[in-house]
């Protein structure tokens, strides 16, 4: 959880200081998301997609945080604007959202 920490401040040193300054560890939902392989997040379909993705790329845990990383930035605006009970609950409860644009957004933050 620390990676995907310092890979969010890394991308988007703004959403990394929001979720610092609210003190929202990321073990509130970070541990389920990494050792679930985020198939609580999404429908079967899509956690299928994100695995099949995850699988072929040669390092496979590192694209696992870009992922993690790309939805914490597809929702930034609800980051930064919520406070710690709204940021926790969307967190934990990730909202449905375009697997396609959270996967091209993930390839992007790897490749840059």
């Not at 401040?9 to 990494?34: C, M, N, S, T, Y």
């Not at 929702?75 to 009970?85: E, K, P, T, V, Y």
Request: glycine share 2%.
């Amino acid at each position: 959880m620390r990676k995907l920490m310092r890979l969010l401040k890394d991308k988007d040193p703004v959403v990394h200081k929001a979720l610092v300054d609210k003190e929202i560890d990321p073990a509130f939902f970070g541990f389920r998301w990494l050792t679930l392989l985020l198939s609580q997040e999404f429908l079967l379909p899509d956690v299928i997609r994100i695995w099949d993705s995850l699988f072929a790329d040669k390092k496979r845990f590192d694209f696992l945080l870009y992922f993690c990383c790309a939805m914490l930035i597809s929702i930034r605006s609800q980051l930064i604007d919520g406070d710690f009970a709204v940021c926790v609950k969307l967190l934990q409860h990730y909202p449905l959202n375009d697997i396609q644009k959270l996967m091209k957004l993930a390839c992007d933050l790897q490749k840059s």
